[in-house]
């Protein structure tokens, strides 16, 4: 079949950074090249501590290290429900057909009482937080025009105005006059 055998192909080519150690009979400690792990791997039982032999009955990688180690070959030891002969037991038997659905029976509904979302306090985010290693920096969108909130123009912010000499009268818009003991303002 072509799903079992792209498995055990993608289990054989994980196998290469694992060796294999002989302990007893028909049992291996397999461990990684790169990181301290050691697993005992016992081929008569079938078993070892992942259990994806058990559970999926295709060889994993550490149980292939040890069959290559003994010159076994791995297919051998796929269990037989992934045979074509099985397959064809399995799905041999005719489906019986169905009325149409015009004739299913009706079935009692009842109404669904749906949760509604509440806001907290405060005002909603527009930028969410990013990760410390995550890309993309918070950058203005092109297509909003910002305005200066000191002096109230285009084209640039408070933090990029240089000069003074291209609007004179913006400070005197943000200062309010003091009120001298004449009652005349300065101007």
């Avoid at 050691?38 to 149980?63: Q, R, T």
């Avoid at 920096?137 to 297509?143: G, H, Q, S, Y």
Wanted: net charge positive; charged share 25%.
């Amino acid at each position: 079949m072509p799903i079992p055998r792209k498995m055990l192909d993608n289990e054989v080519f994980n196998s290469g950074q694992w060796f294999p150690t002989w302990s007893i009979a028909e049992q291996f400690l397999v461990t990684h090249s790169f990181n301290p792990q050691e697993l005992i791997v016992d081929i008569a039982k079938k078993s070892y501590c992942c259990n994806f032999w058990e559970l999926v009955g295709i060889p994993c990688k550490h149980v292939v290290v040890a069959l290559s180690y003994r010159k076994q070959n791995s297919d051998h030891f796929v269990d037989e429900c992934y045979t074509r002969d099985k397959y064809a037991l399995y799905y041999g038997f005719f489906v019986s057909l169905i009325n149409g659905k015009d004739m299913y029976q009706e079935v009692q509904t009842y109404e669904i009482q749906l949760l509604t979302h509440k806001n907290g306090p405060g005002r909603p985010r527009e930028v969410r937080i990013r990760e410390c290693g995550e890309d993309g920096a918070r950058k203005r969108r092109p297509d909003v025009a910002y305005k200066c909130t000191k002096f109230d123009k285009f084209g640039h912010n408070t933090l990029s105005f240089k000069s003074l000499t291209q609007y004179p009268n913006a400070l005197k818009r943000k200062r309010k006059p003091k009120a001298s003991q004449d009652g005349v303002e300065p101007k």
